[in-house]
């Protein structure tokens, strides 16, 4: 609902600099999947992909508790990957660098209320899993 246009350009950039480097497309799923996107191989899926880019690096998301993930995303991700039998993988961008982590169990590290304030929206509290920033392997970007 908040993605501007800007946002959505820089995903797409992400996207295709992985989809070339893990050898696979990126292929945006309409929004009733509540997920950014399937990873193919040809016509077969291999992996669910939610892309978030933060403004903090991945040190100040450790020192803020761990990295938060409405429980809603959490569920459509453990649906689709329960039911395809396909991980599932968040892939955050921070100011210092780009990281992912693999689900195909999931477990959080604890479940808290929180949101943003700054707009005005009461749907923006909710409650949301933390995952332990160690979950999160850095993805080395080479020229």
């Known amino acids: 609902m908040y993605e501007t246009t800007k946002d959505l350009s820089n995903e797409s950039d992400v996207a295709n600099m992985l989809g070339r480097r893990w050898n696979c497309n990126f292929v945006k799923l309409p929004i009733r999947y509540h997920l950014d996107f399937?990873?193919?191989?040809?016509?077969?899926?291999?992996?669910y992909a939610e892309l978030k880019t933060r403004n903090y690096s991945m040190a100040d998301i450790d020192k803020m508790g761990?990295?938060?993930?409405?429980?809603?995303?959490?569920?459509a991700a453990?649906?689709?990957?329960?039911?395809?039998?396909?991980?599932?993988?968040?892939?955050?961008?921070t100011l210092d660098g780009l990281y992912r982590s693999s689900f195909t169990e999931f477990v959080p590290d604890d479940v808290l209320v929180r949101g943003r304030t700054d707009r005005?929206?009461?749907?923006?509290?909710?409650?949301?899993?933390?995952?332990?920033?160690?979950?999160f392997k850095r993805i080395e970007?080479?020229?």
């Open 78 to 93: 453990k649906q689709l990957s329960q039911a395809s039998l396909l991980p599932f993988i968040l892939i955050v961008k």
């Open 38 to 47: 399937v990873l193919t191989r040809g016509d077969k899926a291999v992996a």
């Open 66 to 75: 761990g990295y938060l993930m409405s429980i809603g995303k959490w569920s």
């Open 120 to 135: 005005n929206d009461w749907q923006d509290i909710e409650p949301c899993v933390l995952l332990n920033t160690q979950r």
């Open 141 to 143: 970007i080479g020229n």
